[in-house]
Structure formats: structure tokens, C-alpha cells
């Protein structure tokens, strides 16, 4: 800076950008007759004040960051001289182009740290801010010309279904000087870096009306007007909000953020299975303290020259990165938090893992070990999944302004990054920004969306009052869909809840009359159920003494029965009910095929994307065949074969409990298999898949399941259907719930119902005194031959 004060060699303030430099404090500084004991504080290369009495304990860290590591600053200069540089002279940044190429190279120098002189240019580009900077059609003086007018502000915020209003600007101006108070440049009124951080904060309210001012977005403004100037932190934070981190992170709801920490939550389930036992024996809710991690991009909890590294990795690999620091942070303490005495002592702890942590090296190392495989595919799965949770619990379903809002902001999003051609060509009318007609087309397709409930909605109480009135005994259940967020954590543990405590049945096909004690009696239609365990007795139907001769119990009577005189039935953990067999209900086929079975294939048909070019099927069934292989990639025949072995979906013949995804891949091969033989049409082969959805019995049925396996399978949903679909959308999670009502009534519907009837074997006659025998000992069995 011309004319003024310059910091000292890794003094204080010497790793600021110089134009942010406080010259009243160098000022002084530099002052001869100025005593040690008038300067009540010193300052760090930050800018943070740091107490005379702690400065000896606080010392700089190891390998700071404004200590440039000179083979390392080599390197990133060899490397961009041999990618950018084709004139002849020397390297100067303006050669350098805007957006850096992604390359394993590049990714390992970012990896290992940025020198720190090179990072306002570098992560400019890294984050495609600069790309932003000279493309925008606003300059950033425009922007801050239309902002600076608080009128203009509270008119384009208020046209907004669910901003706050006109209250930015007051609320920016109370939090200016709260936002880094022990930092020199933002310290009081007249700190040179206040005016700064109001100009963007409010040029963000203006150009962004849907989050309007939120408190993360000013400390992660001031941390970046550190070490950048004032318009390229600005765009720095576009490029954060727009491409870095989801959609409504920053909003009134903060629907973004709580996403990402039930996210956090889950990847914890995976990756520190120990600490995820932990939280949940002493009922720790750990968003409490990582959602400010989140919401600051670590921006307020870890130490600057630690924050730069996390910065160095996020601006190149995006939100991806927050997730695996978290998990870094929490492995590094996991042996500590396990040890701790109580729940206090926990909280505690986690509380303080970010102050505690200084060494970059380790928690990246540690950070990348754990959790480097991270995809941003499977951050977003997971994103999508508890977003729709999210949105659905609060009541934002479908037709309302925010989740509309949300969802358009995400289709934007992707616009910018995954349009196609090939893409265009193949699916038809794919991604494009929406305009205010394109907003006003997507509101009437919600409307189409709540028709589509609707007519769901009464299909399914159609099904419901069948059963209540062809079977008492489910007239108290409850047919009100239970939308909060504890039903679908329930649903995966009742899943693997009834996989530990069924019981096998069969049917019987036949009258059978009981002659001795050690018989059972039955009639046709009447439900026999395996014996309970008793001491060195296996829990099962068939008998070990005869293959021919069965044991089971009814009505607290055990014996033994002929073999084919009965039909196993799959696994269930309710009773069986009349109403739902459709071999002995007919009506109950009607209601299913006939009606619950179109209103789902209306709402997997809406936004299907069709085929514009080169033609072909563009069906349902295709959509849920790819999603179905993409989560369970298995071999063909040893699946079928295994099917067929333990004839039933749920157990494998090691008795493992199959997942959701691994019973839909097997269902859908198994609908293949058999209706392929007689060329079925798709909407037959998608109807069958209804009826074993709804017979299969973990959490009683696994067909709301599947749905959220289809909705979760991220890439297969993006190719296979249009951005304002249904099951593209936050209402899935609605559907979902409505099916759960299903979940009540036990079916047991044909899957080959609608195929052509199966020609009869032919029976080989027996002898007579075989027969004779069988007859009299009741052990009859049709394929018996002498």
C-alpha cells in the first residue's frame, strides 16, 4: 500500500490481504515513544487480538500458513506454467485461465495446501467465483448501487413467499460488529473492514431475496474479506451459495443445513459405527453442535490457518469436503467421547473438538482415510432423501411456495452444471433455468401432484374398507397416514425387527379330519402356524422324522398333518386374512390390480420423460428394472436359483435378512422370469410387482420401501425423469406415507394372477396298496408314485 504502514515479516496483520491492513494500529505500532505497557493488546498475522499474558501460550501453530513452504509454491508454479501457460514470457495470472482443469495432480497440490500468497487467485478459480465476476451481467458496483437503498431491498424481498421480510438491512447493522469483534479490521465502527462486510452482506440480500441475511453468511463474508478484496469475496460467496453448498442453506427455514446434519447423522452410522452407539445410548442430539460447523462452512469453531486448508479442499471439491472434516474431527476424538464418565462429559467434548485440533496435516490425513471414497453422488442420495423427510415433516408437501421455492432453486442448480445434448436427445426436454412462466407451469403441476395423492389416497382407503368389512378384526386399524419424521426411522427398524421374530405358515388347500391325538385337524382356508420353540427342537413346519408329513400348531393344538394337503405361505409376523387372499377373496384382486395398482402407475408415470428422437418404450417398469440393478448388481441365475432354493423373498439359504433393495432386484427378476415366458406386457409385470410388494412381510410390507429405494437412487431418477416429476420432488415422502397405511392388512395376492393358467400336470395313477396306505395313515401326497 503507497504511502503506508506495512506489516512486519509473519508480524502482526501480515498474512492479510494489504488493503485491509488497520493503519491506525500499525500506526502506532511503529511509534518509538509508545510503551509496552500502553498497548493493552498485541495481534496475530490474522488480525486477531490476542492477550499479552497468553501470547507465549498461543504461539504461532506448526507450518503456518504465512510461513510459505518455498518447494511446495515450485510446484504449484511448475504446475500451472506447464497447464496454462502457452505464450512465451512470463507467467502472470491474467494468462491463467478462469476455471482450473480437475486432475488428480491438481487435486493432490490442493490437497497438500495452497501457499498463501497464491490463494486469493487460486481460489477464485477453484470455486468458479472469477468464471461468475466476469460473466455476471450485473457488476458487482451495479449490485451494491441497488442494494445500498433499504426500500429497494424490502420490495424485492417482499415479493417472496417466505423471506424476512424487510428486516435485512436492521439485522445486518446490529450484527456487524458481533460477527468477528476480536479481530482488528472488525472491531468497531471505524475498523476498516465494517463497511466492507455491510456492502456484501447487503448486496446479498438484494441479489438473493429468498435467504435475505442470514448470520452464517457474514462470518464466512468477514473471514473471506481477510484475504481477498472486496469484490471478489463478494463473488466468492456467490459461488458458495450457488454451486458449493445445496440450495436454502442460508434461508429463513435453513432446510439446507438441517439436511446435512441428518445426513452427518447417517454417514456416522457408517463410518464410526462406535460413536453412533454411543450418541444414541446417551440421547445426544448432535446437530446442537456440528449445525453451526455446517453453517459456516467452520468458518467460527476452528483456529484461521487450519480453516484455510478445510477452505483450500472445499472451494475445489465442494460441500463433499464439510462432511469429511466432520467425520475427521470426530475420529480423532472418537477414543476420548467413548471413555467419557456421562452425557455432560460428551456434550462436552464434542463441544470442544474444533478448538482442540490444530494440526492440518493429521485431520485431513485422518479426514481422507475415513471417509476419501465419499461420493458426491451418495452425499446427494442421502441430501435428497432427508430433504423430502424434512419438507414433509414440517407440513410443506405439496402446492406450497417454499418447497416449489426449494425445488426450483435445486433444478437451477443442476442446470448449471449437467445439461447434455446427448442427454436431450435420448430423454427429450431436459433441464433449463426457470423463468416465471416456467414457475407458473410448475404450480399447476403440482396441482396435477395433489390430484394424483388423492386419487391414491382413496385407492388405498378402498383397500382399507374392503378389509374392515370383510374382517372384523381390522376395523380399529388406524387409517390416517403418519407424516412425521420418527414413522420413517421406525420403518427400518420394524424391518429388521420382524426379520428376528417371524414364524412360518402355510394354508391349508384341503379339509382334514383328526382321527388321533397326535394329528391336527384343519379345515380349507384355515391358517396352520409353525410350533414354538421348545429345548432341542428347530423351529420350522416340516418334520425331520418324514418329508411327507408336516407338524404344526392351530389353535394351541400341535400335530401332524399331510404335506400337500397345505400351501407355505411367506414369513409374516401378522395374522393371515381372508380379505387380503385373492385366491379365496376375489374382490380384493379388483381393488388392488384393478384401482390401487393404476394410481400408482399414474404417479410413477408423471414426468417420465419420453423419448424424443430416437424412439423406443419409455414405461415405468424400464425405470424401476435400472434402479433395481443399479442398488443390487447380482448374477442372474445364482439369484433365481437362491430365490427358488428357499422359496421365499425375505431369507437367503443362509438365513441372512435380505435388504429392501435386495428383495426389490429379486422381486423384479422374479416377475421377469415368469411373465417374460409368456410375453406379458409391462403393466402387467408392474402390477405383479405391486401385489409382491404387498405380500412381502419385513415391516409387514416393503413396498413404501422400495418407493424410497426408486426416489433414492439419485442418478436413475435424474435420467428417467423431468425435474418437476413427482418422484423427483419433495411429495414422494408423502406417498410413501400413505402406503404405510397398507402396511396394516395382511395380503396374499398371486404374483402370476393375470398370466395365462398353467396347463395341469399329469398325474401318474399310484399302486393301490400305496395308495390304500397313504390314505389310511392321512400322509397322502400328489407326486408320490410307486
Not at 491463467?96 to 486432475?103: D, E, G, T, Y
Request: hydrophobic letters at 40%; aromatic letters at 8%; charged letters at 25%.
Amino acid at each position: 500500500m503507497s504511502g503506508g504502514h506495512t506489516p512486519s515479516v509473519s508480524g502482526p496483520f501480515s498474512a492479510l490481504t494489504p488493503s485491509i491492513w488497520p493503519q491506525e494500529i500499525l500506526a502506532k505500532s511503529t511509534q518509538k515513544e509508545e510503551s509496552a505497557e500502553q498497548s493493552e493488546f498485541c495481534y496475530d498475522e490474522f488480525g486477531f487480538r490476542v492477550d499479552k499474558e497468553a501470547k507465549p501460550g498461543s504461539g504461532p501453530l506448526p507450518g503456518a500458513a504465512l510461513v510459505e513452504d518455498p518447494p511446495q509454491r515450485l510446484r504449484w508454479q511448475a504446475h500451472l506454467e506447464f497447464t496454462h501457460n502457452h505464450d512465451v514470457g512470463d507467467l502472470t495470472w491474467d494468462k491463467i485461465a478462469v476455471s482450473l482443469p480437475r486432475s488428480e495432480k491438481l487435486r493432490s497440490l490442493v490437497l497438500a495446501g495452497i501457499p498463501h500468497s497464491m490463494r486469493p487467485q487460486l481460489w477464485m478459480r477453484l470455486s468458479g467465483a472469477l468464471q461468475k465476476k466476469r460473466s455476471s451481467e450485473l457488476s458487482y458496483r451495479e449490485i451494491v448501487k441497488n442494494s445500498s437503498n433499504d426500500e429497494t431491498i424490502a420490495a424485492k424481498q417482499s415479493h417472496r413467499a417466505f423471506l424476512r421480510g424487510d428486516m435485512a438491512p436492521q439485522q445486518i447493522e446490529k450484527d456487524l460488529l458481533r460477527t468477528m469483534p476480536s479481530n482488528a479490521c472488525f472491531a468497531n465502527v471505524n475498523s476498516i473492514g465494517v463497511p466492507r462486510l455491510r456492502r456484501i452482506l447487503r448486496a446479498l440480500a438484494w441479489l438473493y431475496p429468498e435467504i435475505g441475511y442470514c448470520q452464517g453468511t457474514g462470518m464466512v463474508a468477514a473471514c473471506l474479506l481477510l484475504f481477498l478484496e472486496e469484490e471478489d469475496a463478494f463473488w466468492m460467496m456467490c459461488a458458495i451459495i450457488e454451486d458449493l453448498l445445496p440450495a436454502s442453506y442460508f434461508s429463513t427455514t435453513l432446510l439446507g443445513v438441517q439436511t446435512d446434519q441428518r445426513v452427518l447423522r447417517q454417514l456416522i452410522v457408517q463410518y464410526l459405527p462406535r460413536l453412533d452407539k454411543l450418541l444414541q445410548e446417551h440421547d445426544i442430539e448432535l446437530s446442537l453442535i456440528t449445525l453451526h460447523w455446517f453453517l459456516t462452512a467452520f468458518a467460527s469453531v476452528v483456529h484461521v490457518e487450519l480453516l484455510l486448508r478445510i477452505w483450500d479442499l472445499f472451494f475445489y471439491e465442494g460441500s463433499r469436503v464439510l462432511f469429511q472434516t466432520a467425520l475427521g474431527m470426530l475420529r480423532l476424538k472418537e477414543e476420548e467421547l467413548i471413555q467419557s464418565e456421562n452425557s455432560a462429559s460428551i456434550f462436552n467434548t464434542l463441544s470442544d473438538i474444533p478448538t482442540q485440533i490444530r494440526d492440518a496435516e493429521l485431520l485431513l490425513g485422518t479426514a481422507m482415510q475415513l471417509a476419501g471414497s465419499l461420493s458426491d453422488v451418495a452425499v446427494e442420495t442421502q441430501r435428497r432423501k432427508h430433504l423430502a423427510y424434512l419438507i414433509a415433516d414440517q407440513g410443506q408437501l405439496l402446492g406450497t411456495s417454499a418447497a416449489t421455492t426449494t425445488l426450483s432453486q435445486v433444478v437451477r442448480r443442476r442446470t448449471q452444471r449437467r445439461k447434455s445434448t446427448i442427454s436431450s436427445l435420448l430423454f427429450g426436454g431436459f433441464l433449463c433455468p426457470l423463468g416465471e412462466d416456467d414457475l407458473e407451469a410448475l404450480k399447476a403441476k403440482n396441482v396435477k401432484q395433489t390430484e394424483l395423492v388423492a386419487s391414491l389416497r382413496e385407492a388405498i382407503l378402498r383397500v382399507a374398507r374392503h378389509f374392515q368389512c370383510t374382517d372384523p378384526k381390522n376395523c380399529s386399524v388406524e387409517l390416517t397416514p403418519d407424516y412425521s419424521m420418527e414413522s420413517h426411522q421406525r420403518d427400518h427398524e420394524n424391518y429388521v425387527a420382524c426379520s428376528r421374530s417371524h414364524r412360518r405358515r402355510a394354508k391349508a388347500l384341503l379339509d382334514f379330519e383328526r382321527h388321533d391325538d397326535d394329528e391336527l385337524g384343519f379345515r380349507k382356508n384355515d391358517i396352520i402356524t409353525a410350533p414354538e420353540p421348545r429345548p432341542a427342537a428347530p423351529v420350522q413346519i416340516v418334520s425331520q422324522k418324514d418329508e411327507h408329513c408336516w407338524v404344526g400348531e392351530l389353535n394351541g393344538l400341535r400335530g401332524w398333518f399331510p404335506a400337500k394337503f397345505v400351501e407355505v405361505l411367506d414369513e409374516r409376523s401378522k395374522e393371515y386374512s381372508i380379505a387380503g387372499d385373492d385366491s379365496v377373496t376375489e374382490g380384493v384382486t379388483d381393488l388392488v390390480r384393478g384401482t390401487l395398482c393404476p394410481a400408482l402407475k399414474a404417479l410413477f408415470e408423471h414426468g417420465l420423460k419420453k423419448p424424443s428422437l430416437l424412439g423406443g418404450a419409455c414405461h415405468p417398469w424400464l425405470f424401476i428394472e435400472e434402479a433395481a440393478g443399479r442398488e443390487v448388481e447380482r448374477d442372474f441365475n445364482s439369484v433365481y436359483s437362491r430365490l427358488v432354493l428357499c422359496k421365499t423373498y425375505r431369507l437367503d439359504e443362509d438365513g441372512k435378512v435380505l435388504t429392501p433393495e435386495e428383495l426389490l432386484y429379486r422381486a423384479v427378476q422374479s416377475v421377469n422370469v415368469t411373465h417374460d415366458a409368456v410375453h406379458a406386457q409391462m403393466d402387467v409385470k408392474l402390477r405383479s410387482l405391486i401385489c409382491v410388494g404387498l405380500n412381502l412381510v419385513p415391516s409387514e410390507q416393503v413396498l413404501h420401501l422400495w418407493l424410497e429405494v426408486l426416489c433414492s437412487s439419485l442418478a436413475t431418477v435424474e435420467k428417467w425423469y423431468q425435474p418437476w416429476s413427482f418422484l423427483r420432488s419433495p411429495g414422494w415422502v408423502q406417498i410413501k406415507c400413505e402406503l404405510r397405511v397398507l402396511c396394516c392388512f395382511a395380503f396374499s395376492l398371486s404374483q402370476d394372477w393375470e398370466l395365462p393358467a398353467k396347463r395341469e400336470e399329469e398325474k401318474q395313477p399310484l399302486k393301490e396298496g400305496v395308495q390304500d396306505m397313504l390314505v389310511k395313515h392321512h400322509l397322502f401326497s400328489w407326486d408320490i408314485d410307486g
